[in-house]
Nanobody, 115 residues
Framework: QVQLVESGGGVVQPGGSLRLSCAASGIFSSRNTMAWYRQAPGKQRELVSSLTSGGDTNYADPVKGRFTISRDNTKNTVYLQMDSLKPEDTAVYYC?????????WGQGTQVTVSS
């Protein structure tokens, strides 16, 4: 059974930074994509950024230039460095791990950007 555990969320002022972490445990293919999604109140869940095991990255337009995704394959952990945070970044952030066959989600971590 694969489990994803997110951490690093919290409350930060506009312009501040946070670093989210997502640690995956269990047995899964080394060929996978790890990603961050977010869901704000009253809105649909949306992709923030993804990173394949091969190193290909993808960012949503609203976060380009401000967020950076990275991963440590030795620790099965993906990170999301979030800089220059804005109030509209407020959401629950979810980690996702996809292989060719399986699709796993974390429980989410709250990020609140407010003065």
């Amino acid at each position: 059974q694969v489990q994803l555990v997110e951490s690093g969320g919290g409350v930060v002022q506009p312009g501040g930074s946070l670093r989210l972490s997502c640690a995956a445990s269990g047995i899964f293919s080394s060929r996978n994509t790890m990603a961050w999604y977010r869901q704000a109140p009253g809105k649909q869940r949306e992709l923030v950024s993804s990173l394949t095991s091969g190193g290909d990255t993808n960012y949503a337009d609203p976060v380009k230039g401000r967020f950076t995704i990275s991963r440590d394959n030795t620790k099965n952990t993906v990170y999301l460095q979030m800089d220059s945070l804005k109030p509209e970044d407020t959401a629950v952030y979810y980690c996702r791990l996809q292989t060719r066959i399986f699709d796993y989600w974390g429980q989410g971590t709250q990020v609140t950007v407010s003065s």
